[in-house]
């Protein structure tokens, strides 16, 4: 199936893929739109990285903004769609580590109907997702975060058009100071995004301040497992975990009390 075809094509290039039959899923318009419904923003899984980046419905879950609009640069993100990046599960794609701290299904359609999978079950392992070779992403459901929540999405990239070498989401529901709920996951540090439960119960019931931000931090750099590549060394990816989380935090806890604050991918 071709999406936006911004990793395939390069994989049909390279012939790493040499399929007999390529079904274009361009010319199924229904399949791209952006809706509100039942306190949960449906996104069709053609839907562009770019329409999301400037959709004001979209903005309504701020991390969503921040990880479209960083997504490689502007040709890549008017063709790559939300599908296409979660059905490729590519270990540092930015979608599959911003959903999993939120509430995310997705409508996987086949022979038999739609199958409704949540996103923590759709990835299995790099590259492999829980869909059937017959089935394709029709829907992405993402539910709105509950009153005095907040989240943010930090990834550090070299330049725009290459993958980060680490990503961080936050997504904090807050009673003043003092954090209610936190779902805290990393990307590119591991062969999927990873949900980390140390850097969660850190925060989870305590008030937000230097030092349950910096146990967090420190929870986060433990978790991950990056391998050392040309985007930097195993350590170095351990130190940026490091911050991006605590400073997603910070900009997380902000947006949870009604600031508006800018959040997005940083450059080295
Ligand atoms: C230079 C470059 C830099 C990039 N940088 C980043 C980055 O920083 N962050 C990031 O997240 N991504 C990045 N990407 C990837 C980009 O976001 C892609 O858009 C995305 O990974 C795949 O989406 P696509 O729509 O292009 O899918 P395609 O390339 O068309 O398809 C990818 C795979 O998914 C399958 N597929 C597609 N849609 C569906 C569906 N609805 N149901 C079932 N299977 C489907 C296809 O059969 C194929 O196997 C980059 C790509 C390039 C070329």
Redesign the pocket.
């Known amino acids: 199936?071709?999406?936006?075809?911004?990793?395939?094509?390069?994989l049909l290039k390279l012939r790493f893929?040499s399929p007999g039959h390529l079904v274009d899923?361009n010319f199924i318009p229904a399949?791209s739109f952006i809706r509100e419904d039942a306190g949960a923003l449906r996104f069709g899984?053609?839907t562009r990285?770019a329409e999301i980046e400037n959709s004001l419905l979209a903005g309504k879950i701020p991390m969503l903004h921040d990880c479209a609009a960083?997504?490689?640069?502007v040709q890549?993100r008017n063709?790559?769609?939300i599908?296409?990046?979660l059905?490729?599960a590519?270990p540092?794609?930015?979608?599959g580590n911003a959903l999993l701290t939120l509430d995310t299904i997705l409508h996987c359609l086949g022979p038999n109907g739609t199958r409704r999978i949540e996103l923590k079950d759709f990835i299995k392992d790099a590259y492999t997702t829980a869909?059937a070779h017959d089935?394709?992403?029709?829907e992405v459901e993402v539910k709105i975060p509950p009153k005095g929540s907040g989240g943010a999405y930090l990834?550090f990239?070299r330049s725009a058009?290459?993958?980060?070498s680490a990503s961080v989401a936050v997504q904090l529901t807050m009673a003043g100071d003092v954090c209610q709920d936190a779902a805290i996951a990393l990307g590119c540090v591991g062969l999927t995004a990873i949900r980390v439960n140390e850097a969660e119960a850190a925060l989870r019931g305590k008030v937000l301040n230097e030092k349950t931000i910096a146990t967090a931090g420190d929870a986060a750099r433990a978790a991950g497992d990056p391998q050392p590549d040309m985007r930097g060394s195993a350590e170095y990816k351990r130190q940026l975990v490091l911050a991006l989380v605590q400073h997603a935090i910070r900009i997380a806890a902000r947006r949870a009390g009604g600031e508006s604050v800018e959040g997005m991918h940083l450059y080295a």
Request: hydrophobic share 45%; net charge negative; no cysteine.
């Open positions: 199936m071709l999406a936006g075809g911004q990793s395939l094509i390069p893929a899923l399949m899984a053609m990285h960083g997504i490689a640069d890549i063709r790559g769609t599908g296409g990046s059905a490729e590519d540092s794609g930015d979608w869909l089935e394709l992403v029709s990834a990239k058009p290459v993958y980060p």
